[in-house]
């Protein structure tokens, strides 16, 4: 696979680099004269806690950055930039006087129920009318030219989509990073799992920063104190009420003991804030630039959200997909892999080109509207900082899912084989014990924290000492609980680029119970790698309740009936080289990257029993189990 822009430096812009592409799909090319990243023009003047009245009266705190007249004659008015936080907008400073510096106004914003806004918080409830209210108003200043945009990573992403299902007039454009949507898909309810990630976030960052625990310094210590205890936490589900230290933050125990009730079918999971494609016809007309990563813990949803608004609006929208975690767009490694260093942009001046090209109307073509980083063409050998550097190089595309992707089965056959070839076999099957009081251990993958439960990216998948509900460190391949198929090492490179899907036919002793999936290339051994490496590609997980749809709940699994799911494993890109395996896991956990089935078919969020489920992949004839993968041709490259 040829590199798209071969030598370039650390910091690269890369969106500008994109204005000197051609043709798609991408071929080689020179490499772009070096980018200077704009020099402030103009001094800063900060003005903090200015508090804006929502229209049913809570008062919503804001910090102003404004550029001065001070290095030059300029306009009194100014294009505004938004940022709405949970997570105190004091910490947006640096943001804040870097694009004021350069001729934005920046309104940095408590959401409702945070630091220093009124109200009480709910999980993006809020957030849509005050959204629109705080554009509205912002619009109304007479330092404002009426354009606002918006920005920020992570759940400041997802207030972005919040507000523009609301449509505020004023609204210009958006830049979402790694953004909260889609809650239900994935991200919080994820194929009818619940991903823990979010319980760890009320734990730790939630209820100690609750506004009760910021006016009581004791009350604030003792929840981070429990909070620190998040492993003992998730080991003890379920949730009830008034039985943790949460419920002296009772709106965040009340969040999650509903979030982990409520089934992906449930009303929370659909309303706006929560959902974009459930709300595209509501959804403003305006430039989005979507940004994520492949191990990051919205990419499926982000991905989504471009598919379902490039096909629906008429404003231009683009989509950037790099090899990060969530928030490491500053990075060019995820977990124990690297990468080039290219791969690392500096976000602030990504977003500040694509400002100036929509709300400055600064005459600068147009980008590709896909670009996307193809992991993999590295030498897997152990980089100067110690991580497999696993390569790979940029490329521009004319559309997502690429179009010119062919989807290729891969069959799962007896003996632990992965082969184009469907079973001809007219029986076969293996049955694993699932025990739910000893999962399998998560280590790696789409996850948004690394804050004591979890570590997110890629990683070699044998547990290490801190990895959790790992009784030992022997790699998960040896698990009897984990049924791995793989193919023979490939006697040439194989490009996977789209979602990835496990068509599996299954049954099970229990009324319901879990299966996961996991996607790996199995590198092959050298001098530094001896054993080899495991890296994990992507994940996923399905519920069996909900084996027909996530839009309602099959009813109790009947002991031995076989039945044929789908589960859809987050998108990726990534090049599988010359002499290692394509391999696929199958298993029933994945914990605590996702909450434990119990097997006993309680309601969600309500066990008080654990059972042992004798799970059935089978792999014959009339059931032929495969991964399904979109495969770009080496030609096409």
């Known amino acids: 696979m040829r590199k798209l822009y071969p030598g370039m430096g650390i910091r690269w812009t890369v969106a500008v680099a994109w204005m000197l592409v051609g043709a798609l ?42 550029p001065t007249q001070e290095a030059s004659p300029t306009p009194a008015r100014f294009p505004t930039l938004l940022t709405r936080t949970p997570y105190d907008k004091t910490g947006v400073e640096g943001e804040g006087r870097y694009y004021a510096g350069r001729g934005y106004v920046v309104v940095a ?71 909260l949507s889609n809650c ?33 310094p004791e009350l604030r210590r003792a929840l981070v104190e429990s909070g620190a205890r998040i492993r003992e936490h998730v080991d003890a589900l379920p949730v009830r009420a008034g039985m943790s230290p949460l419920k002296l933050a009772p709106e965040y125990e009340s969040w999650l003991i509903e979030a982990m009730h409520s089934g992906p079918q449930a009303p929370l999971w659909h309303a706006k804030g929560m959902s974009v494609i459930d709300h595209v016809p509501d959804y403003a007309d305006v430039p989005v630039l979507h940004l994520t990563g492949w191990y990051d813990s919205w990419t499926r949803q982000v991905s989504l959200n471009y598919e379902v608004l490039s096909r629906s609006k008429k404003s231009p929208q683009r989509l950037i997909i790099g090899p990060w975690v969530h928030g490491g767009q500053g990075s060019n490694h995820a977990g124990e892999v690297e990468f080039t260093t290219d791969a690392a942009l500096d976000l602030r001046a990504l977003r500040l080109r694509w400002y100036d090209r929509w709300m400055k109307g600064e005459n600068l073509p147009d980008d590709p509207p896909v670009m996307l980083y193809i992991m993999g063409t590295g030498d897997d050998r152990r980089s100067a900082s110690g991580r497999l550097m696993h390569g790979g190089a940029w490329r521009a595309e004319r559309e997502w899912p690429i179009k010119r992707a062919s989807s290729t089965s891969f069959y799962m056959h007896g003996g632990g084989q992965l082969s184009p070839e469907p079973p001809r076999e007219p029986s076969g099957s293996t049955t694993y014990n699932y025990d739910p009081r000893q999962p399998v251990p998560t280590i790696g993958g789409n996850i ?122 987050y998108p990726t890109a990534n090049v599988f080289k010359k002499g290692s395996r394509i391999r696929v896991d199958v298993s029933s956990s994945n914990y605590p990257r996702f909450d434990r089935n119990p097997n006993t078919g309680e309601p969600l969020g309500e066990f008080r029993r654990m059972v042992t489920a004798e799970n059935t992949l089978y792999h014959d004839s009339a059931h032929p189990s495969r991964v399904v993968l979109p495969i770009v041709a080496a030609e096409s490259r």
């Not at 993006?124 to 330092?143: F, T």
């Not at 009426?146 to 400041?156: A, D, K, L, N, Q």
């Not at 609750?210 to 009581?216: G, P």
């Open 448 to 569: 948004s924290s690394n804050q004591g439960l979890i570590t997110n990216g890629g990683y070699d998948q044998r547990p290490r000492g801190d990895t959790h509900a790992a009784l030992n460190r022997l790699p998960l391949s040896e698990r009897r609980d984990v049924l791995v198929f793989h193919t023979p090492p490939l006697d040439h490179d194989i490009e996977v680029t789209g979602s990835v899907e496990a068509k599996l036919w299954v049954a099970s002793s229990a009324p319901d119970t879990d299966f996961t999936v996991k996607l790996v290339e199995e590198i092959a051994p050298n001098p530094d790698y001896p054993l080899g490496f495991d890296l994990n590609i992507g994940d996923s997980i399905l519920r069996m309740r909900y084996r027909e749809g996530l839009d309602h709940e099959a009813g109790p699994m009947r002991p031995g009936e076989v039945v044929p799911i789908t589960i859809t494993l």
């Open 25 to 66: 799909p991408a071929v080689a090319r020179a490499e772009p004269p070096a980018v200077q990243n704009r020099v402030a023009t103009h001094g800063v003047s900060v003005e903090k806690n200015v508090m804006i009245r929502a229209r049913d009266g809570v008062l919503l705190a804001v910090d102003l950055y404004r």
């Open 184 to 216: 239900g898909v994935s991200g919080m309810r994820h194929g009818g799992a619940f991903e823990l990630r979010f319980m760890n976030w009320v734990h730790q960052i939630g209820a100690p920063n609750s506004r009760a625990a910021l006016a009581n």
């Open 109 to 179: 914003n408590d959401v409702r129920g945070r630091y220093a806004s009124q109200g009480t918080w709910r999980m993006m409830v809020d957030d849509p009318a005050d959204g629109y209210d705080v554009v509205e108003w912002i619009a109304a200043q007479p330092w404002s030219d009426g354009r606002v945009g918006t920005f920020g990573t992570s759940y400041p992403g997802g207030t972005q989509h919040a507000l523009a299902e609301m449509n505020p007039p004023h609204l210009t454009t958006m830049v979402p990073v790694d953004a």
